[in-house]
């Protein structure tokens, strides 16, 4: 067995655990998502009681302010705080939850994509395929994305380097087809 053919085989067998691990995270995101946006909707259903608990709560001294104040990062701020304000801190707390699972569901996807990556390293020969650079870029755009929701800055940075992953990438993959094309 040539030295690239060894090579190529230890690829394989690494993308292979890679695939079984992404699926497996994937999925318990899935399930993390799913119990976030139902409990984000059972605590905006149970607002009221829940309102009123933690009202209660607070005017008897048994729960500080500062303990609720983190879900005033709603992504919009000003959103949390007025809620907070006006006392529907259940509604403050179910969005948050809400926007959590939705954030964990990007996660998700992204492993979603990642490991059809690893499936399509396993499945072919080299790992210079047009349906790798397709799922390399997806999944390259949503990470870009879910950075950007917490800092543009380094959004940018991550951006500008997946593009040239992408570009490398391509000219792989043109190299790849030209070779092909030659034997």
């Known amino acids: 067995m040539s030295e690239s053919s060894s ?14 691990v992404t699926n497996i995270f994937k999925v318990f995101l899935i399930v993390c998502a799913v119990l976030a946006i139902l409990g984000g909707v059972l605590v905006i259903g149970l607002g009221g009681i829940l309102n009123r608990g933690i009202g209660n709560a607070l005017a008897d001294g048994e729960l500080k302010e500062r303990d609720i104040l983190a879900f005033e990062e709603l992504g919009e701020r000003e959103l949390g705080q007025k809620l907070i304000k006006e006392g529907n801190y259940a509604l403050a707390i179910g969005i948050y939850a809400i926007i959590f699972g939705i ?29 790798i650079l397709k799922n390399l870029k997806i999944a390259l755009v949503l990470i870009v994305i879910y950075v950007a929701q917490s800092d543009i800055g380094i959004a940018l940075v991550i951006g ?4 040239c992953v992408t570009n490398i990438f391509e000219y792989g993959c043109e190299l790849q087809r030209q070779s092909d094309e030659t034997l």
């Open 160 to 163: 500008m380097a997946a593009w």
């Open 103 to 131: 954030t964990i569901i990007l996660l998700a996807l992204v492993l979603h994509f990642v490991s059809r990556i690893f499936k399509d390293f396993m499945e072919s020969y080299s790992p210079f395929q047009p349906d």
């Open 7 to 20: 090579k190529i085989e230890r690829i394989k067998k690494s993308s292979k655990a890679a695939y079984i």
